[in-house]
Nanobody, 128 residues
Framework: QAQVEESGGGSVQAGGSLTLSCTAS??????????MGWFRQAPGKEREAVAG????????HYVDSPKGRFTISQDNAKNTVYLQIVSLKTEDTAMYYC???????????????????WGQGTQVTVSS
């Protein structure tokens, strides 16, 4: 069964940094032909896309805000993508999710068709 698993969340002070990890396995397609996206959902708010990457060639896409503080990267040998967040702000507090799908950049739509595989999320809490 396909599996996507996030890790690396935690509690940090504003101004700090974190690197989240997302490992995918048994996706029924080669990892190099996968598009992956990072999303977040803050309390009381809708889920929003943050960044996406096409594993095949490393093409990335970022949402305008908070573009510049987020960096998505990949490690094909580990079937893993990362989301580095720097200069954390309290408004970055959210549950962060990773999802996998077949098409880029449509993986960032977050629909069940474009991203059928989701992780359980990892919590990021930023304090002032």
């Amino acid at each position: 069964q396909a599996q996507v698993e996030e890790s690396g969340g935690g509690s940090v002070q504003a101004g700090g940094s974190l690197t989240l990890s997302c490992t995918a396995s048994r996706l029924h397609r080669d990892f190099g032909d996968v598009a992956m996206g990072w999303f977040r959902q803050a309390p009381g708010k809708e889920r929003e896309a943050v960044a996406g990457i096409y594993i095949g060639d490393g093409t990335t896409h970022y949402v305008d805000s908070p573009k510049g503080r987020f960096t998505i990267s990949q490690d094909n040998a580990k079937n893993t993508v990362y989301l580095q967040i720097v200069s954390l702000k309290t408004e970055d507090t959210a549950m962060y999710y990773c999802a996998a799908g077949p098409r880029f950049p449509f993986c960032m739509l977050g629909t069940s068709a474009e991203t059928p595989y989701w992780g359980q999320g990892t919590q990021v809490t930023v304090s002032s």
